[in-house]
């Protein structure tokens, strides 16, 4: 159980277009959910926190108008990078809490040319 | 604030021995969970092991157990009979009463056959 799905797992885009990542809790429901960074060997950066219902509460730096996150019911969050910069590129990961544990989905590779 | 330190970035076992991976961590809380999560290359975050503060008896999973020290704010995991396939970052977390997560910076396991 805790299965957290990501999609897609790599991106390609064209700087100035917009991609959405989506996040899902396959078998259970999550009220909260978080989205990272991780730079190459480097540790998890947090970018926000995405409470179901509510708007997401971001972290310090991260601007909330260029990712945005929505998350719409207890499965599933989303968070689309606006008008993408070669900047953007890295990796990101979503995680989804059950009871206090986090799960983590695979990640998604995001490359802006 | 809450901190997380793993002081060694790099450690290397012998195939079938045992280690000790470090962790502290700073919080004025009494009440917290610790985990450990394992990044293969493939960057898949996977949880290896839980420890709830209010619990004395150390958690164990298999070949990886912890070594908690509540007083001393130190939450090392030890794995025995390492396997090619531990090969791995390792990051220690800390979620606090509030569910807010940290995590340490990190710690590159290298297995040598």
């Known amino acids: 159980g805790a299965v957290v799905s990501q999609h897609p797992s790599r991106v390609i885009c064209k700087s100035g277009t917009s991609v959405k990542i989506e996040c899902r809790s396959l078998?259970?429901?999550?009220?909260?959910m978080f989205w990272y960074r991780q730079f190459p060997k480097q540790s998890l950066m947090l970018m926000a926190t995405?409470?179901?219902?509510?708007?997401?509460?971001?972290e310090q730096g991260v601007e909330k108008d260029k990712f945005l996150i929505n998350h719409a019911s207890l499965t599933l969050s989303t968070l689309t990078v606006t008008s993408a910069h070669p900047e953007d590129s890295s990796f990101y990961i979503c995680?989804?809490?059950?009871?206090?544990?986090?799960?983590f989905g695979p990640g998604t590779r995001l490359t802006v040319l | 604030a809450q901190t997380v330190t793993q002081s060694q970035p790099e450690m290397s076992v012998q195939e079938a021995e045992t280690v000790t991976l470090s962790c502290t961590y700073d919080?004025?809380?009494?009440?917290?969970?610790l985990f450990w999560y394992k990044q293969p290359p493939s960057r898949q975050m996977i949880l290896v092991i839980r420890?709830?503060?209010?619990?004395?008896q150390n958690a164990t999973e298999n070949r990886f157990s912890v070594n908690f020290q509540k007083a001393a704010k130190s939450f090392s995991l030890k794995i025995s009979d390492s396997q090619l396939g531990d090969a791995a970052m390792y990051f220690c977390?800390?979620?606090?009463?509030?569910?807010?997560?940290?995590f340490g910076t990190g710690t590159s396991l290298t297995v040598i056959p």
């Open positions: 995680s989804a809490t059950r009871i206090d544990t986090q799960y």
């Open positions: 995405s409470n179901e219902g509510s708007k997401a509460t971001y």
């Open positions: 078998d259970f429901q999550a009220t909260t």
């Open positions: 919080t004025s809380e009494s009440d917290y969970y």
């Open positions: 977390a800390y979620r606090s009463p509030s569910n807010q997560f940290y």
């Open positions: 420890q709830e503060a209010y619990k004395q």
